[in-house]
């Protein structure tokens, strides 16, 4: 415990390396891009937080589904490629039958949620068996079942569909007849019809209303785990009852026309409330119990300052009415949705089940002895994976409007993987904060890459894929490589004298 | 106090035709801290292995016998049905999760659960896997059994990181937690504590006594088994020596019953001709073997002789030769033939005369799966360059030689096998460990390591292997043993060095007192008559070995 | 080492030794060839499909035998290997080879870029052992995706090496026009009955297996086994393990990029850019299908998987074109086959006494 500030500084910059690698990529490329092909600044920054909002809600699902085998020890899931291909044999069925049902998009959708789950238990079932054999190569074996399930969904929708199941060649999800006349498989691009936008369309809200919304949801959950850590006084329902009100006020405002700067007031007025209540807490735990200090007091100020700044920022833009009023507006029901995951999440992390996840992840063989079900913790883990990667992909699709039927779900697993890797996860630890910085960055960088590209190969075609492409893999291996040559470092020096 | 809690009754267990317990008799009674000591071996870890139904015994065809609890016999299938009884374990190595706090690690999988609101919906759909636990319940739950033990360890501390005394309380208050607790087994428990953490532990233990809770106390440190336990227990190769009050006994009656006072030693006296020159030289090793640190040994080895290196497991004597060699971390001064031998490749001390017979056969010692001509020849082919034709640049595995020296050594070893192409793994142990040897000594060494030679092979082989380490010693080769058995030791070796916590306790006579060995083991060698020891390091004007030792102990065995 | 275990060759252990996938695909690659024949395939165009494809591909498997014998695993990172090989090959035509010259000189090029990047990867490979088949699976991609934006500016001048208009190399390179197409391939061949047998191809595929052979033979090949089987055996008998994984990995990615100059010769371009990203599972699974596990793998493993992996790679299309006209279903058919061979491995890794 005597370390100098220094060796801190420098475990903490080797810990949290891929992360400062990566905002650093992406705070060249935004500078080194000259306002990209237009070389306007203005539509650059407008064109790029439209990219990033929808990007990052359409892959939060995708990348939070890792989180849970990561604690429970089982590595980053590339077998998430199996959920995203239950999703994707869930939609094609709807396609096919939509065709005569007509149904409307939410009622689509949410069908497709609810028949990809019975499908994704089963495939994270069998994937969680399979992890259970090849204990400590899960990632290896993921990576390989993924191509695997992907052959046997090749083989279903272009030779099964058509040749051993008859269905209509008319429908127009079916490819049309070859020259014998035979219409054989699923065509390669699938339209997604009414589910197009069925939830992020819903309600969509100004970005900048977003970023204070999110401020509000920050400083209440700020408050929460502050408070929450030493006692449960019951006040503390005040604080997110508190957000609530101010949140659904915004919302509804927004709703009811342009009165932005009302909005902003809101919106000021939600974070200082949040504010206010951590003042009185921290306040009366000190007079209660006069040891009482906070536990992390840099982490604690970080984010005070973010969720600050987010709403100055906000105001700021929504007052004066910039050209961050001209951003995309944001998808305010996939963002809600997120949210209530995110609370499953931490909820299911807080019970028993998630107390088994845990001890699992950090030792197998302390679990077992002390009488935990070690493989069928395992399996349940995968489960759960699995069904929020076919829910993820299901939300995917339906932001993509366009289902690439042999192609979706390939890059579905690496992509996830090195999202939730750039956010600071490794192998053995992943958190929320992982899942949502990663996001952010993750998709930040890919958007700028056609950029970075542009600097130094030119204006040549397809090599803007290249880098995206090499930076995915590499922070893969990369994280990956660093996570494994550090846990040895660690255990050689245990070892020595 | 007298009621008998637990009681072993004509307890025998075979493995695979090795008796291992012959006919124990052990009552503990309630409320008592009941002392456990025996040389490795001696069957401890057996019967705590039938106390918890371990699967080890279940799969080797059970044992005989009956295990009553409060007079009734009970038949234990698995450890977790062992903690339903109310009996819980403290291991050696700590069943902690890093990453947990105190109070998780005590919990583990009981924690307690919140049944009210929302919890009692989930648990009608899900089951009670899926209900919050609740915290400050769980808190207040360790901090009551960390309260036992009088110990000022905080519940929400992370165990990553904290001294390892406290993570042993942290250990025994899990078992304590457990409510229906009413017999502890506390494996070694001392071993990783400072003096003063170990008097807080049997504080405490007497603490949990007083409470009506028994204890099996294991220990090799005798002078904490007088201080701690009411009655002790004393095994030697399976058989209950003795069972005694311990304010009737002391540590040199206890050193002596657990060494064995009777057994005759088969020794072979022979006058060899030691030069006396020594031909190695130990200063301050340190070797880095996880569960046999050395740390800090001082030896010298002559040239003729055979020195035994004894000691109780995990006291650090098997970490001297695998660290001399290399396979494990090393820091010290060792010098051999006159030059000094730099630690850490195991080619330096291999070319330059010192061969090395793992105590891990199976794990260090051999290929299973590639004939035992290969294993014979691995290891001359590569340091040495034999067996080798060179085509241009390139040397290339030369049969015929090969062939040639392992019938030899088939023929000399007497290593019974189908040919010299048979994989060394389908062999039984006893000609596994020939094939080692044969590898060493095809290696011409100037000195041999050998470590447990005999560990896992049946009688008749042990003596062959004993027979031969004895014959290589009259035709010249200086010789080290590490062995767990000291009746072997003493059989065969000129001097034997003691080795308890990573030091040399003492260098004794191969037909010293046992009580002298048993002390020495036990951490007790400052109670050894001087006249029975060696000095660590020889005084100049050399001797002979085998030679009158009376006139030698003039420098004190312990440090 | 192979070579002992040939010598208590006997019948018995002959049947012990063959295990149930290698025979499984068998079946199946032999059921797939009647099928071919019941409709209609000439049978001789699918047996010089196969032993094409048997020549073109061996090396590249044979790639396997030395890294799983180190105790590496299989190598997965293959494709760097083969990277090199192209860059081998470009150079040799840029700095105006053509024919045997081109060859010669190729696989020069691409032994001394192996090489180079071999002993990197070797030490890359001790810094993260007990990972190393994920982490060299994601390192040899990032590769891959590195030099697909190398090739765009590398600075070759040769015009049958460049794309006509705009920047950087063609996706495919020609080797007709330097006359290098199938110059290994045509060498010493001849016909049996239409059955084209590539000679020379097979017999430096035979070649090369011989020279792996001996080296598992010598001191050093030894030693690698050694290390790979019982790493602390080996550290006892005074070997530096990580050393010998280095050499190991080293041959490893020299084969792979002389295993990628034939194939190039063999199919009679060079293709670049994302060529390489998925031939480590199809080498890997291919030494698998043969017997081997990812802790062990000799010179016959990779024989007889190679013939009927390939064999069956070759011959699954032309009989479901007959079959099932307009449908892609052998590509998904060899998906299945190869991973479901792989995850068989993997699955079967800890029966096989490694770790």
């Known amino acids: ?497 | 106090m007298s009621t008998n809690l637990l009681s072993f009754k004509n307890i025998t267990k075979n493995y695979s035709g090795n008796t291992v317990l012959k006919n124990v008799n052990i009552d503990i009674r309630s409320g008592e801290i009941h002392a456990l000591v025996g040389e490795n071996g001696a069957g401890k870890s057996t019967l705590m292995n039938i106390l918890f139904g371990m699967p080890v015994i279940h799969s080797t065809g059970g044992f005989e016998g009956v295990m009553e609890l409060d007079g009734k016999a009970v038949d234990i299938k698995s450890p977790f049905q062992a903690m339903d009884m109310g009996v819980g374990m403290v291991h050696q190595e700590f069943m902690l999760i890093p990453g947990f706090t105190v109070t998780e690690n005590i919990k583990i999988n009981r924690e307690i659960t919140r049944d009210t609101g929302l919890n009692k919906v989930t648990k009608k759909i899900f089951g009670s896997r899926i209900q919050t636990l609740d915290r400050p319940a769980m808190s207040a739950d360790a901090v009551k059994a960390l309260e036992t033990m009088e110990i000022g360890i905080e519940e929400f501390t992370v165990v990553k990181g904290m001294p390892v005394g406290h993570m042993q309380f942290v250990e025994i208050a899990r078992e304590i937690d457990k409510t229906n607790i009413r017999l502890l087994v506390l494996d070694e428990p001392t071993a990783v504590l400072t003096e003063s953490e170990a008097e807080t532990l049997i504080h405490a233990m007497r603490n949990l006594a007083k409470k009506g809770i028994s204890i099996i106390f294991i220990s090799h440190r005798l002078d904490e088994i007088t201080a701690a336990s009411d009655r002790v227990t004393v095994l030697r190769d399976g058989e209950l020596i003795i069972t005694k009050d311990t304010k009737d006994t002391n540590v040199i009656e206890l050193a002596e019953l657990m060494v064995g006072r009777g057994v005759s030693i088969d020794r072979v006296i022979a006058d060899r001709a030691g030069s006396g020159d020594v031909i190695l030289t130990i200063k301050d090793l340190h070797v880095a073997m996880p569960g046999e640190r050395v740390s800090g040994v001082d030896l010298e080895v002559r040239k003729g002789e055979i020195l035994g290196i004894g000691g109780l497991a995990g006291q650090g004597k098997l970490g001297i030769a695998n660290g001399l060699i290399g396979l494990y971390q090393a820091k010290g001064e060792v010098v051999f033939d006159g030059k000094p031998l730099p630690l850490g490749n195991a080619r330096n001390a291999l070319s330059s005369g010192i061969a090395y017979v793992s105590e891990d056969r199976k794990g260090v010692g051999l290929l299973l799966e590639e004939p035992i001509e290969l294993n014979i020849a691995f290891t001359s082919m590569q340091i040495h360059n034999k067996f080798l034709q060179s085509i241009g640049p390139f040397r290339f595995y030369h049969a015929q030689s090969i062939r040639a020296n392992a019938r030899q050594m088939i023929e000399d070893l007497d290593i019974r096998c189908t040919s010299a192409l048979q994989p060394v793994g389908r062999l039984s142990g006893g000609n596994q460990q020939k094939v080692c040897v044969a590898r060493a000594l095809t290696q011409k060494p100037r000195l041999l390591f050998v470590s447990e030679p005999t560990r896992g092979i049946d009688i008749g082989a042990k003596k062959l292997i004993l027979d031969l380490l004895l014959k290589l010693a009259d035709q010249g080769m200086t010789i080290v043993m590490t062995s767990s058995e000291l009746a072997e030791l003493r059989s065969i070796c000129d001097r034997i060095a003691i080795i308890c916590e990573g030091k040399v306790a003492g260098i004794l006579k191969p037909d010293a007192p046992a009580a002298d060995f048993g002390l020495m083991m036990s951490g007790a060698a400052d109670l050894v008559k001087e006249e029975t020891t060696f000095p660590h390091v020889i005084p100049p004007d050399s001797f002979a070995v085998g030679a009158d030792f009376g006139n030698l102990g003039t420098e004190g065995g312990a440090e | ?355």
């Open chain 3, 1 to 355: 080492m192979d070579t002992v275990e040939k010598s208590t060759f006997s019948l018995k252990s002959l049947v012990s030794r063959i295990n149930v996938p290698t025979l499984i695909v068998l079946v199946f690659w032999i059921f797939i060839m009647i099928l071919g024949v019941i409709n209609n395939v000439s049978l001789t165009s699918m047996i010089t499909d196969s032993i094409g494809r048997f020549g073109a591909l061996g090396i590249l498997s044979l790639a396997m035998v030395p890294s799983i014998q180190s105790g590496t695993g299989p190598n997965f990172a293959l494709p760097i290997g083969m990277v090199c090989g192209l860059l081998g090959m470009v150079c040799a035509i840029q700095f105006g080879f053509t024919s045997w010259g081109w060859l010669i000189i190729s696989i020069l090029l691409s032994v001394v870029f192996a090489c180079i990047i071999g002993y990197g990867y070797g030490i890359l490979m001790n810094a993260v052992k007990g990972s190393e088949m994920t982490i060299a699976t994601y390192t040899g991609w990032a590769f891959v995706w590195l030099f697909s934006m190398l090739w765009v500016i590398l600075p070759f001048t040769d015009l049958r090496l460049r794309l006509p208009l705009g920047q950087g190399l063609r996706q495919d390179i020609q080797l007709a026009g330097i006359n290098a197409r199938n110059i290994l391939t045509n060498s010493l061949s001849f016909d049996i009955n239409g059955i084209f047998i590539p000679t020379g191809m097979i017999l430096f595929f035979f070649l090369c297996c011989f020279l792996v052979w001996m080296f598992m033979r010598s001191k050093k090949g030894i030693a690698i086994t050694a290390g790979g089987t019982n790493p602390m055996f080996a550290g006892a008998a005074g070997l530096h393990v990580n050393r010998n994984r280095i050499y190991a990995g080293m041959l490893s990615m020299v084969l792979g990029a002389v295993g990628t100059v034939i194939y190039a010769q063999h199919f009679g371009f060079i293709q670049l850019y994302l060529f390489p990203m998925m031939f480590a599972f199809i080498a890997v699974a291919a030494v698998m299908i043969g017997g081997a596990t990812v802790r062990r793998a000799n010179i016959t493993h990779v024989i007889v998987g190679v013939l009927i992996f390939q064999g069956l790679s070759a011959n699954m299309a032309p009989v479901a074109n007959a079959m099932f006209p307009g449908t892609d279903i052998p590509e998904a058919l060899r998906t299945i086959v190869q991973n479901g061979i792989i995850l068989y491995a993997l699955m079967h890794a800890k029966g096989g006494g490694g770790k």
């Open chain 1, 1 to 497: 415990m005597n370390n100098s500030n220094s060796e801190r500084i420098k475990a903490f910059l080797l810990d949290n390396i891929v992360v400062i690698l990566f905002l650093g990529i992406a705070i060249f490329g935004i500078t080194a891009s000259g306002g990209g092909i237009t070389g306007n600044y203005t539509v650059y920054f407008i064109s790029f937080f439209s990219e990033l909002i929808e990007r990052v809600f359409r892959n939060s699902f995708l990348v939070i589904s890792l989180m849970i085998p990561v604690i429970a020890g089982l590595g980053l899931n590339f077998g998430i490629v199996i959920g995203a291909i239950a999703a994707q044999s869930v939609i094609l069925l709807l396609r096919y039958h939509q065709f005569y049902l007509e149904m409307s998009g939410i009622a689509e959708f949410l069908l497709a949620l609810l028949l990809s789950l019975p499908l994704a238990i089963l495939f994270g079932w069998l994937t969680g068996k399979l992890y259970n054999k090849v204990r400590g190569q899960e990632m290896i074996a993921g990576m390989i079942v993924s191509y695997f399930a992907a052959g046997v969904y090749n083989l279903v929708f272009l030779f099964i569909v058509g040749y051993v199941i008859e269905v209509d060649k008319l429908n127009p999800i079916i490819a049309p007849a070859n020259l014998e006349g035979l219409a054989v498989g699923v065509r390669m691009t699938v339209d997604m019809g009414v589910m197009t936008g069925a939830i992020d369309n819903i309600i969509r809200i100004p970005f900048m209303f977003f970023i204070m919304i999110c401020a509000i949801t920050m400083a209440c959950y700020i408050v929460f785990t502050q408070v929450r850590k030493f006692n449960r006084d019951r006040k503390v329902l005040l604080s997110p009852l508190c957000a609530l009100v101010f949140i659904t006020a915004i919302v509804v405002w927004n709703g009811l026309g342009s009165m932005n700067r009302v909005a902003a007031v809101l919106g000021f007025l939600g974070v200082a409330a949040q504010m206010c209540f951590l003042l009185y807490f921290t306040f009366r735990h000190k007079r209660e119990n006069p040891d009482y200090t906070v536990q992390n007091k840099a982490s604690l100020s970080f984010n005070c300052v973010l969720c600050s700044g987010m709403m100055l920022w906000a105001v700021y833009n929504i007052i004066m009415n910039t050209f961050m009023m001209r951003v995309r507006q944001a998808p305010f029901a996939t963002a809600l949705l997120f949210a209530v995951l995110f609370i499953f999440l931490s909820y299911i992390m807080k019970t028993k089940l998630g107390q088994d996840f845990r001890a699992v992840g950090q030792s197998q063989h302390i679990a077992e002895v002390s009488g935990i079900n070690v493989k069928r913790t395992r399996i349940i883990a995968t489960i759960f994976s699995t069904v929020l990667a076919a829910w993820g992909m299901v939300i995917f699709l339906q932001n993509m409007g366009t289902l690439t039927t042999y192609d979706s779900h390939r890059h579905v697993g690496f992509f996830s993987v090195a999202a939730i890797l750039v956010g600071g996860a490794s192998t053995s630890r992943a958190n929320l904060r992982n899942v949502i910085t990663g996001l952010i960055l993750f998709h930040a960088m890919t958007i700028v890459t056609p950029d970075i590209a542009r600097i130094f190969f030119g204006d040549t075609p397809g090599v803007a894929e290249y880098l995206r492409s090499f930076m995915v893999y590499g922070v893969i291996g990369l994280a990956l490589g660093l996570y494994v040559w550090k846990t040895l470092k660690a255990s050689q020096s245990q070892n020595s004298l």
